[in-house]
């Protein structure tokens, strides 16, 4: 079989996470595309060089050319500008949004078959534009948040139990902002309900956590937003569409009627396969956690909305 091509539109700090990592993983060959000259190209010599160390083959090139997205399996977007101190991510919304609409253009014209996977923030309103300009099927565009901010949550739980980061599964759903709402009977230390071995306060100062932590990372580098877990949340989504895994992961997914929503995308648990969002998983949420996931609707759909006044505009 050919190599599979995985395009990343950014080369960034994310861009470049993602690079190694894809590298690594050997998912397939890697395309770095930015607007800055030299950052790409260099990028992606530099992970050359280092292929032996790792045992690699994975070929990759940089570029200044959308056109070199021709062929690509999947398109990861971190093209934008990150937070500074002091910036919400709706702050990026109007710099960020005239980004995405030439990136869009773009995949649109030259990788139509893309799985196309969305991390320029602010993350609701980007993949909403993003499906809309583009004009691909909603099962192939996608929002990364949900699998950061379940595994910032199930980070924190270990932390706070003193157990293997990789045994604590979580869910954190909705708007990828403070209205975020993580769920206490969802998480599971190697399948132990997190009830049975943390109170309700504890769990509900690590939800208050995770809702910020993206605000924590900000705080202590100063010049830039996180990087490496973001990165690797979406290569954990490209693997699930390349080897057809068929992993749950929660994703920032167009609705359709689930949730009570209709046309927003949303963070929701989906199933990722070959097909991309092959299901949008409906869970049974508590009368205060329907309360608190329509809420950060309600944040996500202003966002939206003005994204479709700029559009008709
Ligand atoms: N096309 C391609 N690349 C672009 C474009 C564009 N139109 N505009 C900007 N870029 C590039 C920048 O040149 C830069 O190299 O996007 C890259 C963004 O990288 P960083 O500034 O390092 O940001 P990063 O930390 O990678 O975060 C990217 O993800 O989490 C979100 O809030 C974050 O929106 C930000 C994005």
Redesign the pocket.
């Known amino acids: 079989m050919a190599r599979r091509k995985i395009s990343l539109?950014?080369?960034?700090?994310?861009?470049g996470t993602m690079a190694l990592a894809l590298a690594q993983k050997q998912l397939g060959d890697v395309v770095l595309?930015?607007?800055?000259e030299g950052?790409p190209q260099g990028k992606a010599l530099d992970i050359m060089e280092g292929r032996l160390s790792i045992g690699t083959s994975t070929v990759l090139t940089g570029t200044n050319d959308y056109s070199d997205l021709a062929g690509s399996d999947v398109v990861i977007v971190?093209?934008?500008?990150?937070?500074k101190p002091g910036m919400t991510?709706d702050d990026?919304l109007n710099i960020?949004f005239g980004?995405i609409e030439?990136?869009g253009q773009a995949i649109s014209a030259s990788a139509p078959n893309a799985f196309v996977i969305v991390?320029?923030?602010p993350l609701d309103a980007m993949v909403y534009a993003m499906q809309k300009i583009s004009g691909l099927p909603a099962e192939r565009v996608v929002g990364m948040a949900g699998v950061l901010d379940s595994s910032r949550l199930a980070c924190f739980v270990a932390m706070e139990l003193g157990v293997a980061a990789d045994d604590v599964q979580a869910v954190v759903m909705g708007g990828h902002g403070p209205s975020m709402v993580s769920l206490y009977d969802f998480v599971s230390v190697s399948g132990i309900p997190l009830p049975q071995l943390m109170n309700r306060e504890t769990f509900d100062a690590l939800s208050k956590r995770t809702a910020m932590a993206g605000d924590e990372i900000v705080g202590l580098l100063k010049t830039?937003?996180?990087?490496y877990s973001?990165g690797l949340s979406a290569v954990k989504m490209a693997e699930a569409y390349l080897l057809d895994k068929k992993n749950v992961l929660t994703c920032a997914a167009l609705l359709n009627g689930q949730y009570g929503v209709n046309g927003l995308y949303c963070g929701v648990p989906v199933i990722i396969g070959a097909n991309g969002v092959e299901k949008i998983i409906e869970v049974k949420l508590s009368g205060e956690e329907k309360v608190a996931f329509d809420k950060s609707v309600e944040a996500v759909k202003g966002n939206a909305e003005w994204v479709d006044g700029k559009m008709k505009g």
């Open positions: 539109v950014g080369a960034g700090q994310i861009g595309v930015d607007v800055v950052i971190t093209a934008g500008v990150p937070r991510r990026l960020n980004i030439k990136v991390v320029t923030n830039g937003s996180a990087f973001p």
